[in-house]
């Protein structure tokens, strides 16, 4: 079996150097205002390009920029920059949806991947797109046997992108659905006039709503109140049907989430790609990612329509259902290299033995610390740094001054 490729998202540098701690093989980000993400505070700018691709590169991963809104007349020479940028720095394809920027990137020999936002769910839409692109995520709401079909369509046919070989064919394995198909959704634009098409999103789905009969003004019942949030998406514990299905990226939703996410997902599927490639994929592991996954952010799972459901399934709550929270309660003040030592000021909380933690930073990533030992100030060992103080204690890897400490906290 092919080993496939983990695609992981990336909305700042503790982010992207989370991917490729945690085994991705290629990462996603967007600059500016031209994606799917322009609203959010999780962006990489024009400036900090160059230095996001050098860092993939020299780690052996791919870097796709998002250029995948609607785009206006107005907006034709800012695309246009940014492409000539995405080809001075490097990077390795353009995620695009629109017909002005697939062919802006086309002319400027980048490679192109087909967005979801295209909602390509079908072999003759795929051929089209095949004279400019070399992969494609096809719509969300398909389900395995119509992703298989597809696939086996570009072997009989030989459907090739510009590089000459057969298109390949992207999925999303993890991450928030939206209620719309493939994303296309309206109620930001209408409720705020901010277009989640143009990566304004502001999530009115999210919140909880009551159905109330016109007529009588009652209630109606209904499951719960979160009629629009649907559940996140989680594949593991069917990896292999989709591997089956021919595809050959896995691609990871969450540019708007933390770097722990980033890292913990992406490990995840790292694995179990890994395990189905070497025939050890099991039940066990199963399990294993399963609790792994549920400690970071998340809606609650459902494995979205690729098992063959029409209709969504829906969280049960506002907000996370992580069986782990993260809390600051501090930040280092000093690493030492040869002792692999970290120097901690305690701000908030303690710090105890036996507490798992998370040390992030831009230039650090993240790093997951189990306390086997605390020494004080005065490098005596101690059961506890108590808030207000400064100690010490051992990592796995190098983390740097001014990094962030965080103490892992079962819900």
């Known amino acids: 079996m092919q080993r496939l490729e983990v695609l992981a998202p990336a909305g700042n540098f503790a982010c992207l150097r989370a991917a490729i701690q945690g085994g991705a093989d290629s990462v996603f980000l967007g600059v500016g205002e031209l994606n799917m993400r322009a609203s959010s505070n999780t962006n990489f ?4 390009l160059p230095e996001a691709v050098a860092l993939c590169h020299e780690a052996g991963v791919k870097l796709y920029l998002t250029v995948n809104t609607i785009v206006y007349n107005e907006e034709l020479a800012a695309v246009r920059e940014t492409l000539e940028l995405a080809k001075r720095t490097g990077v390795d394809a353009i995620i695009a949806s629109d017909q002005a920027v697939i062919a802006m ?5 980048l490679r192109i991947h087909l967005s979801t936002q295209l909602s390509i769910s079908n072999t003759e839409s795929l051929k089209f797109y095949s004279h400019w692109a070399d992969v494609a995520v ?4 398909l389900s395995i046997d119509q992703v298989r079909k597809i696939t086996d369509d570009i072997r009989a046919q ?3 992108g510009p590089s000459g070989e057969p298109i390949k064919i992207e999925i999303f394995c993890h991450g928030a659905l939206c209620m719309a198909i493939s994303g296309k959704c309206y ?6 006039n901010r277009s989640a098409n143009r990566g304004a999103c502001v999530q009115i789905c999210r919140r909880s709503y009551e159905l109330r009969d016109t007529e009588s003004d009652n209630a109606i019942e209904v499951d719960n109140e979160y009629l629009m949030s649907p559940k996140d998406l989680k594949t593991i514990h069917f990896l292999n049907k989709i591997a089956d299905a021919g ?9 708007a989430r933390s770097p722990e996410y980033v890292l913990t997902v992406v490990k995840c599927y790292r694995e179990a790609a890994d395990a189905l490639a070497n025939g050890t994929w099991d039940e066990a592991q199963i399990a294993d990612w399963d609790a792994r996954l549920a400690s970071v952010f998340n809606r609650g799972f459902w494995n979205g329509y690729y098992l063959g459901q029409r209709l969504g399934e829906w969280s049960a709550q506002y907000g996370s259902s992580a069986t782990e929270k993260k809390v600051q309660i501090g930040q280092i003040r000093n690493f030492y290299d040869r002792l692999s030592v970290a120097e901690v000021q305690v701000r908030s909380e303690q710090i105890a033995t036996g507490d798992s933690l998370f040390v992030i930073g831009d230039t650090t990533g993240v790093v997951e610390v189990v306390v086997n030992e605390l020494r004080d100030d005065a490098g005596n060992t101690c059961p506890v740094l108590k808030k207000g ?3 010490a204690f051992r990592t796995p890897t190098k983390v740097r001054k001014g990094d962030k400490v965080f ?5």
């Open 158 to 160: 030989n459907i090739c």
């Open 45 to 48: 700018t024009v400036e900090t």
């Open 138 to 141: 096809l719509a969300r709401e």
């Open 389 to 391: 103080t400064i100690g």
């Open 247 to 255: 595809v050959s990226i896995l691609k990871i939703e969450g540019r």
């Open 187 to 192: 109620l930001s634009l209408h409720e705020a």
């Open 407 to 411: 103490l892992r906290v079962k819900v």
């Open 105 to 109: 990137a086309h002319d400027l020999g």
